[in-house]
């Protein structure tokens, strides 16, 4: 995606959007299929879409907010193994789990790498 976009920024706010279109596409599937968690994906994609949008004004005044998307992921991730475990799989689900557990981890690190530069932006302003 380098090739595509040189600055950092938009290349992460390319790739938020990117995911944020997927959930709304899993959103839509989980309509079709006639699944309830339909509305909880397609509220996730547009919250997604919305802070991908506005991520450079938000990282301003909220430096954690990377986290926030490994959240929403982690959060989807759940909600699938739930369904997959309401279903009778067996092996599937606990991916998932594995998968959710792996994006909250992400989620306290991008957090606290995003608090740790903003406190060191804000060190450089005041010296």
Same mark, same amino acid.
């Given at each position: 995606?380098?090739?595509?976009?040189?600055?950092?920024?938009?290349?992460?706010?390319?790739?938020?959007?990117?995911? =944020? $279109?997927?959930? +709304? @596409?899993? *959103? &839509? %599937?989980?309509?079709?299929? #006639?699944?309830?968690?339909?509305?909880?994906?397609?509220?996730?994609?547009?919250?997604?879409?919305?802070?991908?949008?506005?991520?450079?004004?938000?990282?301003?005044?909220?430096?954690?907010?990377?986290?926030?998307?490994?959240?929403?992921? =982690? $959060?989807?991730? +759940? @909600?699938? *193994? &739930? %369904?997959?475990?309401?279903? #009778?799989?067996?092996?599937?689900?606990?991916?998932?789990?594995?998968?959710?557990?792996?994006?909250?981890?992400?989620?306290?690190?991008?957090?606290?790498?995003?608090?740790?530069?903003?406190?060191?932006?804000?060190?450089?302003?005041?010296?």
């Amino acid at each position: 995606m380098s090739f595509f976009f040189k600055n950092r920024e938009k290349r992460k706010k390319f790739a938020h959007i990117g995911a =944020g $279109i997927v959930i +709304l @596409i899993h *959103a &839509y %599937e989980k309509y079709e299929s #006639g699944h309830g968690s339909y509305l909880l994906f397609g509220i996730a994609g547009l919250i997604f879409l919305l802070i991908a949008a506005l991520h450079q004004k938000i990282e301003e005044k909220l430096p954690w907010v990377d986290g926030v998307f490994f959240v929403i992921e =982690g $959060i989807l991730s +759940l @909600i699938v *193994a &739930y %369904e997959f475990f309401h279903v #009778g799989k067996k092996a599937l689900p606990v991916t998932y789990v594995l998968l959710a557990l792996f994006q909250f981890t992400m989620a306290l690190r991008k957090g606290k790498k995003g608090i740790d530069a903003h406190k060191k932006s804000e060190e450089i302003k005041e010296a």
